[in-house]
């Protein structure tokens, strides 16, 4: 063998050494966890990263170090990567990191809007939130109209559905209120279709605030019926409501807690002591279930219901009844 076909065939073996040596670092690499810490990372994509961009950011942030092992495996296994929000798990290996960071499979937050609620507690809500981004400044009544005129709304009362909704970090407030708002459209068509053959509500509106009145007054699941019927009752016999939350609506900051007689005296749009029929607007977000109970009210004679002390109520047919059952509610030791 002449000394050139051996310094070749040498080189040929350095090289095939070289090779399976650079191999198995590769598969080494692949194997390998990154630097991921036991409660996990958060890695924030940008829209238009590079897979260059990728590997630097997470070098940045002490999870890995850049090198070739990197740009071979973004060569052999190409991704389109998809911005967002990701949380990294510890133990995660290169390939399972990219596989994340292609599947879309963002963070997602939780915001629980609560029944019952007025619309100043869902603005303090999400003016809170640190993830959401600010379109206006709910807290700022001021900026009301501007939000009310793109949700095409007059008055935000009643008019968001309570739920809990995910969102991701990017969503606005807005964005989260147009979800409440399309949620609560759908599920008060439904209850307005699903009405009682001759309800004296004109209109899906009037339902909306019935249902808003319903939910004020009990939490009880087995009551809503019931207080819808002896509120449709009073309606129809034109009678008025004589509804507590309605009143404290009325009274707005002023309330303290405690409802008076002089507030069942002050005359307020709101004050159905004072005035007959629905008051103008919601007084709070209604739940499905107040929706549905304002449509289908409970058949029956009871015109008139009390607190029994032990978080439901005492519903009477007569004044009388109920007179006793006031006495026996003030009489509890």
Do not use: C
């Not at 399972?96 to 879309?104: D, I, M, Q, R, T």
């Not at 068509?189 to 249902?211: D, H, K, N, Q, T």
């Not at 289908?296 to 015109?303: C, H, N, R, W």
Request: proline content about 6%; cysteine-free; overall charge negative.
């Amino acid at each position: 063998m002449s000394r050139v076909v051996a310094v070749a065939l040498a080189a040929v073996l350095a090289a095939a050494m070289l090779a399976f040596a650079g191999w198995q670092r590769y598969r080494t690499f692949l194997d390998a966890p990154l630097a991921i810490p036991p409660e996990g990372a958060v890695f924030v994509l940008e829209a238009g990263s590079t897979g260059a961009d990728i590997v630097e950011q997470l070098a940045a942030a002490g999870l890995t170090a850049p090198g070739w092992r990197w740009r071979l495996l973004m060569r052999l296994e190409p991704h389109l990567y998809r911005a967002g929000e990701y949380r990294l798990e510890p133990g995660s290996h290169p390939r399972e990191v990219l596989e994340l960071l292609a599947s879309g499979r963002v963070i997602r937050y939780r915001v629980t809007l609560v029944e019952g609620w007025t619309f100043r507690q869902v603005a303090a809500l999400l003016a809170a939130n640190e993830v959401l981004r600010h379109r206006f400044d709910l807290t700022d009544t001021e900026q009301w109209p501007e939000m009310l005129d793109a949700l095409d709304l007059g008055h935000p009362e009643g008019w968001f559905l309570p739920e809990t909704y995910l969102f991701v970090r990017g969503d606005s407030d807005f964005d989260l209120l147009r979800r409440a708002h399309g949620a609560m459209r759908e599920a008060l068509a439904a209850a307005w279709r699903a009405r009682r053959v001759g309800s004296p509500l004109a209109s899906p509106y009037e339902l909306l605030i019935l249902a808003s009145i319903i939910e004020k007054e009990t939490a009880v699941e087995s009551e809503r019926q019931e207080i819808a019927g002896v509120f449709v009752r009073r309606l129809e016999r034109g009678m008025r409501l004589q509804t507590d939350p309605t009143v404290i609506y009325g009274l707005g900051e002023s309330f303290d807690g405690d409802i008076r007689r002089r507030d069942l005296e002050a005359d307020t749009p709101y004050n159905t002591y004072t005035r007959h029929g629905l008051p103008p607007t919601p007084i709070a977000m209604p739940g499905r279930a107040s929706l549905m109970a304002a449509a289908q009210p409970a058949e029956g004679d009871t015109l008139y219901f009390v607190a029994d002390g032990n978080g439901g109520h005492t519903f009477s047919v007569t004044l009388e009844e109920h007179q006793a059952a006031v006495r026996k509610l003030i009489n509890q030791p």
